[in-house]
C-alpha cells in the first residue's frame, strides 16, 4: 500500500463549526486529491493540488477549502460544517511523470465524518 | 465534461457465477480507463487500468477488462466469482494527456451468495 495516512478517521462535529483534515503522504508525490464518497455518487472531487501551494477545485467544491504547505501533506477545511457535508472523505496521491499526473491514483484509509 | 456510466447499481451473484459489469464514458477523445474495488470499511484499490495497447487487459484475482473504443465501453468481467469477491466496483477515466483528474462512476456494489 502507498504510504498516506489520513487523520483523523472518526469525527463527530456540529453544525457550524470548522473542521480539518489532515492527508499525509510518504511518497514525495507532486499531486494529491480530496474526495468525497455519498451513496448514489460515487466518488467525487472536491479540491486537487498539483504542487506546493498550487490547488484547483474539483466537481463539489463549494464549503471547503484547501492548503498544502509542503509535499506530504494536504489539508481539506470546512469552514463551517454543514448536515450535507456528512460523507466519508478519501484523500488520494499521484507521482509526476514528464511534468503531468500519473495515470494511477492511490487512496488513503477514509475520515468518516459527520455532521450533527 | 467526461462522464462515467455505471449501469448497475447492484448485483447479487451465485459463487462461480460470471460477472459482466457494464461501465461507459462519455469523452471524445483519448482516455485512460480505470477499475477500482472497495471492500467493506477498506479504501479504494487499483484493479486494472488500461491506457494503451491490446484492449484487453488483465488484472488482479482474476479479473479482465475489455476497452471497446466505438462503444465507449470498458465492462469488466471475471469467469467465476468467489464470496471474497463482494465490494463495491468503481469505473474511473481520466484523459490520456494532461493533468486531468479521475472522473468515477457512482460504481455498482456486487453481492456473492454462498
Known amino acids: 500500500d502507498a504510504g498516506i495516512t489520513q487523520s483523523p478517521r472518526h469525527k463527530v462535529t456540529e453544525t457550524g463549526t470548522p473542521v480539518t483534515l489532515r492527508c499525509h503522504q510518504t511518497?514525495?508525490?507532486?499531486?494529491m486529491y480530496w474526495y468525497r464518497q455519498d451513496p448514489g455518487h460515487g466518488l467525487r472531487l472536491i479540491h486537487y493540488s498539483y504542487g506546493v501551494k498550487d490547488t484547483d477545485k474539483g466537481e463539489v467544491s463549494d464549503g471547503y477549502s484547501v492548503s498544502r504547505s509542503k509535499t506530504e501533506d494536504f489539508l481539506l477545511t470546512l469552514e463551517s460544517a454543514t448536515s450535507s457535508q456528512t460523507s466519508v472523505y478519501f484523500c488520494a496521491i499521484s507521482e509526476s511523470i514528464q511534468d503531468r499526473a500519473s495515470d494511477t491514483q492511490y487512496f488513503g484509509p477514509g475520515t468518516r465524518l459527520t455532521v450533527l | 465534461a467526461q462522464s462515467v456510466s455505471q449501469h448497475n447499481h447492484h448485483v447479487i451473484l451465485s459463487e462461480a457465477a460470471s460477472l459482466e459489469l457494464g461501465c461507459n464514458y462519455s469523452?471524445?477523445?483519448?482516455?485512460?480507463l480505470f477499475w477500482y474495488v472497495q471492500y467493506p470499511g477498506q479504501h479504494l484499490q487499483l484493479l486494472l487500468k488500461?491506457?494503451?495497447?491490446?484492449?484487453l487487459v488483465k488484472g488482479i484475482k482474476g479479473f479482465e477488462a475489455e476497452f471497446i473504443k466505438s462503444k465507449f465501453s470498458f465492462n469488466l468481467r471475471k469467469p467465476s466469482v468467489q464470496w471474497s469477491d463482494t465490494a463495491e466496483y468503481f469505473c474511473a477515466v481520466n484523459e490520456f494527456s494532461g493533468n486531468t483528474p479521475l472522473v468515477f462512476g457512482k460504481g455498482t456494489r456486487l453481492s456473492v451468495i454462498a
Open positions: 488500461y491506457f494503451s495497447g491490446d484492449p
Open positions: 469523452y471524445g477523445g483519448t482516455v485512460n
Open positions: 511518497e514525495n508525490h507532486r499531486y
